[in-house]
């Protein structure tokens, strides 16, 4: 048994051999194997029932760890995530070793509350007079929570008759919006046909005057408007919607407004950005995930509401059997009850020792470096020869644009020119992940008509330095420019 647990050890070294603890800029962000010769490689197959030794085991580690993705290096900017928080890291650490869940202070006496405090602190952070809140499995979850606490004010009824005998409910996301409101909106049975899309302006933020356009239309057409989705940064450009105008429509209706800022909370650490998320004091309520810019190990992802106990009224079960109402201890710490999930995993921890030890300054200085490195990005970009800007300028972090190779300068931008363009960007990224130096996302906006261009993500963690960017903008142009094609 001690051998087992000492095998413990042998990871922690391995992790630190393999140069994932932490990722030096010199190491790969990947070994690129495609599928069918990376199945060669570590024999991922269950069909045998012969256990392994320790070396073994540990000779298996090694390979999952050699040829998996190091999301903490510097660049890896393919996704709104990147890097681990190493406060965060022990975090994620003692509460898997623990292996408690988060349901009831029986059972996880001081982590209920520790959520307590870190949503207390949130609710200050973004303005919320008062309210309560909940971690979730990711921020689509989120945004669910928020839809059905959205139905459930709207008429408490829903949770016992149904809908069955309903006017069809119709909730509202803009063009730009993240694709889980189109998920929440099927697995609730509100149907993807009433779920509207809002138009957005040439910066990708919803259209007050288009929300508003389309509440009036759909009442006209005899159905229920009861939730709109707002977003502070956007999936692809990184947008923030004007919370302030759209609370106006939104209070004006009697609609519940929702912020999906589950990428662009971060922001609210910063006292030179914070206000990007101006008006958030008067949403509904609000999902952030601090995993995403800030660094926090996946998962943590945090739902606020405003109204104390709606998460309690809409989601209890009465489960006797857990949730005793005659415990020697103030059960108000048991929180499972106005969950969705009965086992929860202990996401808050994290969170909370990266703010008790970096403290909400500090957090917020990360940030400021994020954001200070992107406009840094944005003003190289724009004066360097053959890089395209898909906006003049940005709100956030995610940068993007178009690399043009020297060949394809100085001609005339035809719709042809344009279709190789498009494909520049997915040849540059295969060369990239096949080098392993750099891994950076490339997407169109087909609603915008746009095909596709990089999306450079740039996180607090770990931090980036301008000499970062030089290198990063040196690559793009050493790949662009050894293109067979076109």
Same mark, same amino acid.
């Given at each position: 048994?001690?051998?087992?647990?000492?095998?413990?050890?042998?990871?922690?070294?391995?992790?630190?051999?393999?140069?994932?603890?932490?990722?030096?800029?010199?190491?790969?962000?990947?070994?690129?194997?495609?599928?069918?010769?990376?199945?060669?490689?570590?024999?991922?197959? !269950? =069909?045998?029932?012969?256990?392994?030794?320790? /070396?073994?085991?540990?000779? @298996?580690?090694?390979?999952? $760890? %050699?040829?998996?993705?190091?999301?903490?290096?510097?660049?890896?900017?393919?996704?709104?995530?990147?890097?681990?928080?190493?406060?965060?890291?022990?975090?994620?650490?003692?509460?898997?070793?623990?292996?408690?869940?988060?349901?009831?202070?029986?059972?996880?006496?001081?982590?209920?509350?520790?959520?307590?405090?870190?949503?207390?602190?949130?609710?200050?952070?973004?303005?919320?007079?008062?309210?309560?809140?909940?971690?979730?499995?990711?921020?689509?979850?989120?945004?669910?929570?928020?839809?059905?606490?959205?139905?459930?004010?709207?008429?408490?009824?829903?949770?016992?008759?149904?809908?069955?005998?309903?006017?069809?409910?119709?909730?509202?996301?803009?063009?730009?919006?993240?694709?889980?409101?189109?998920?929440?909106?099927?697995?609730?049975?509100?149907? !993807? =046909?009433?779920?509207?899309?809002?138009?957005? /302006?040439?910066?990708?933020? @919803?259209?007050?005057?288009? $929300? %508003?356009?389309?509440?009036?239309?759909?009442?006209?057409?005899?159905?229920?408007?009861?939730?709109?989705?707002?977003?502070?940064?956007?999936?692809?450009?990184?947008?923030?919607?004007?919370?302030?105008?759209?609370?106006?429509?939104?209070?004006?209706?009697?609609?519940?407004?929702?912020?999906?800022?589950?990428?662009?909370?971060?922001?609210?650490?910063?006292?030179?950005?914070?206000?990007?998320?101006?008006?958030?004091?008067?949403?509904?309520?609000?999902?952030?995930?601090?995993?995403?810019?800030?660094?926090?190990?996946?998962?943590?992802?945090?739902?606020?509401?405003?109204?104390?106990?709606?998460?309690?009224?809409?989601?209890?079960?009465?489960?006797?059997?857990?949730?005793?109402?005659?415990?020697?201890?103030?059960?108000?710490?048991?929180?499972?009850?106005?969950?969705?999930?009965?086992?929860?995993?202990? /996401?808050?921890?994290?969170?909370?020792?990266?703010?008790?030890?970096?403290?909400?300054?500090?957090?917020?200085?990360?940030?400021?470096?994020?954001?200070?490195?992107?406009?840094?990005?944005?003003?190289?970009?724009?004066?360097?020869?053959?890089?395209?800007?898909?906006?003049?300028?940005?709100?956030?972090?995610?940068?993007?644009?178009?690399?043009?190779?020297?060949?394809?300068?100085?001609?005339?931008?035809?719709?042809?020119?344009?279709?190789?363009?498009?494909?520049?960007?997915?040849?540059?990224?295969?060369?990239?992940?096949?080098?392993?130096?750099?891994?950076?996302?490339?997407?169109?906006?087909?609603?915008?008509?746009?095909?596709?261009?990089?999306?450079?993500?740039?996180?607090?963690?770990?931090?980036?330095?301008?000499?970062?960017?030089?290198?990063?903008?040196?690559?793009?142009?050493?790949?662009?420019?050894?293109?067979?094609?076109?």
């Amino acid at each position: 048994m001690a051998e087992e647990w000492a095998f413990l050890e042998r990871v922690h070294r391995l992790l630190c051999e393999e140069q994932v603890l932490p990722t030096p800029p010199e190491a790969s962000v990947v070994d690129f194997h495609y599928p069918h010769d990376l199945a060669k490689i570590i024999d991922v197959s !269950l =069909d045998t029932e012969v256990p392994r030794t320790l /070396d073994e085991a540990e000779e @298996m580690c090694r390979l999952v $760890l %050699k040829y998996s993705v190091k999301t903490g290096h510097r660049f890896f900017c393919n996704q709104l995530f990147g890097g681990c928080d190493p406060f965060g890291l022990a975090g994620s650490w003692i509460t898997d070793a623990l292996n408690t869940s988060q349901y009831t202070f029986e059972v996880g006496p001081v982590f209920t509350l520790i959520e307590d405090s870190v949503v207390r602190k949130c609710l200050d952070l973004f303005n919320f007079p008062s309210g309560d809140g909940i971690f979730s499995p990711g921020g689509s979850m989120s945004n669910m929570y928020a839809m059905i606490l959205a139905r459930f004010r709207l008429d408490p009824r829903y949770k016992s008759a149904g809908m069955f005998e309903s006017k069809p409910l119709v909730a509202f996301t803009s063009q730009d919006a993240h694709y889980s409101i189109k998920k929440a909106a099927h697995w609730m049975g509100i149907g !993807l =046909d009433n779920l509207e899309t809002v138009a957005t /302006d040439d910066r990708g933020r @919803m259209r007050p005057d288009a $929300l %508003k356009e389309a509440i009036e239309r759909v009442k006209s057409g005899g159905r229920r408007p009861f939730f709109v989705n707002a977003t502070a940064g956007t999936t692809v450009l990184g947008a923030f919607d004007d919370l302030e105008k759209l609370a106006d429509v939104c209070e004006e209706a009697g609609i519940w407004l929702h912020v999906d800022a589950c990428l662009g909370g971060s922001a609210i650490l910063s006292q030179r950005y914070k206000g990007l998320l101006a008006g958030s004091g008067r949403v509904d309520s609000l999902s952030w995930n601090p995993h995403k810019t800030l660094g926090a190990p996946l998962q943590c992802s945090i739902l606020l509401a405003r109204e104390k106990n709606m998460l309690h009224k809409c989601n209890c079960a009465n489960a006797d059997y857990l949730f005793q109402q005659d415990k020697f201890y103030d059960i108000s710490f048991d929180t499972g009850d106005k969950s969705f999930q009965c086992g929860r995993k202990v /996401d808050a921890f994290k969170l909370w020792l990266m703010m008790k030890v970096r403290g909400i300054e500090g957090l917020g200085e990360k940030m400021d470096n994020a954001m200070e490195m992107s406009q840094y990005l944005t003003d190289q970009l724009r004066s360097r020869p053959g890089f395209r800007l898909v906006l003049d300028e940005f709100q956030y972090t995610n940068i993007c644009f178009w690399y043009i190779p020297k060949k394809m300068r100085d001609q005339e931008e035809t719709q042809d020119w344009w279709k190789n363009l498009y494909k520049v960007a997915p040849l540059i990224k295969e060369k990239m992940v096949k080098a392993g130096s750099m891994m950076v996302g490339f997407t169109p906006l087909l609603h915008k008509g746009i095909g596709n261009f990089f999306r450079m993500v740039i996180t607090c963690q770990p931090s980036f330095s301008r000499n970062d960017i030089d290198q990063f903008i040196i690559q793009i142009e050493q790949f662009g420019n050894s293109l067979a094609f076109p």
